[in-house]
């Protein structure tokens, strides 16, 4: 286990379609997050999971945007009828119960053209 | 919800010079204060972090300070290096909840 792992690195889709990214943790964390990343800018967060469970949802997730965690693994991001706007880095991180600092993915990048 | 402001947004040094990067918060519950490098395509990284219980933590070139009373921490590199190029984000949170974010700052250090 080298770390955080996400796929795809890159994706690029066409307007209102629907997307889907997948992320792997460090086996041993416990606590999933999902940020997005645009130029210029910082991190801003999407949402946290805590083992299965979806603890916290940053008003930026409007209702085309769904995470799962099932079985407190593995975590997927899902976009539907993508935007423009939707265009982005989306970087997920992982962490545990006995650590403040995270862990990030290389991200993936979304491209909506 | 929890404010970071981060300046410079820029940063040009020549190599060997220190480089300062200053953050303010606006929760007084946060405790927790990482920074965070970014080189270009590549995934933050954490390079050092400061918890509220002390005022000031080095680990090589490196350092962080703290003032609660303020609310605000810097980032400091002495004797800068190319390779010190990069992105550096400021973060805050309270405990273990979600990590706030400044905007950042581009270092860029000259040969």
């Known amino acids: 286990d080298t770390g955080v792992s996400q796929d795809p690195r890159h994706k690029i889709t066409k307007r209102g379609q629907n997307v889907t990214f997948r992320c792997d943790p460090i086996?041993?964390?416990?606590?999933l997050y999902w940020y997005r990343q645009t130029l210029g800018q910082g991190p801003e967060f999407l949402t946290y999971f805590q083992n299965e469970a979806q603890l916290e949802k940053s008003r930026l997730l409007s209702d085309r945007f769904s995470a799962e965690r099932p079985k407190g693994s593995f975590s997927t991001l899902e976009i539907q009828r993508t935007e423009q706007g939707d265009s982005a880095m989306y970087l997920c991180a992982s962490s545990s119960d006995r650590l403040y600092g995270y862990t990030f993915g290389s991200g993936t990048r979304l491209t909506v053209v | 919800g929890e404010n970071v402001e981060q300046h410079p947004s820029t940063l040009s040094v020549q190599e060997g010079d220190s480089a300062v990067i200053k953050c303010t918060y606006s929760d007084s519950a946060s405790n927790y204060f990482p920074w965070y490098k970014q080189e270009l395509g590549k995934r933050p990284q954490l390079i050092i972090d400061?918890?509220?219980?002390?005022g000031e933590k080095k680990d090589q070139r490196i350092a962080v300070t703290l003032n609660k009373t303020a609310k605000h921490f810097s980032l400091h590199i002495t004797e800068t290096q190319p390779e010190d190029s990069a992105v550096y984000f400021c973060a805050a949170s309270s405990g273990y909840s979600t990590l706030t974010f400044g905007k950042g700052t581009m270092l860029l250090v000259s040969p």
């Open positions: 086996s041993e964390h416990n606590r």
């Open positions: 400061i918890r509220s219980n002390v």
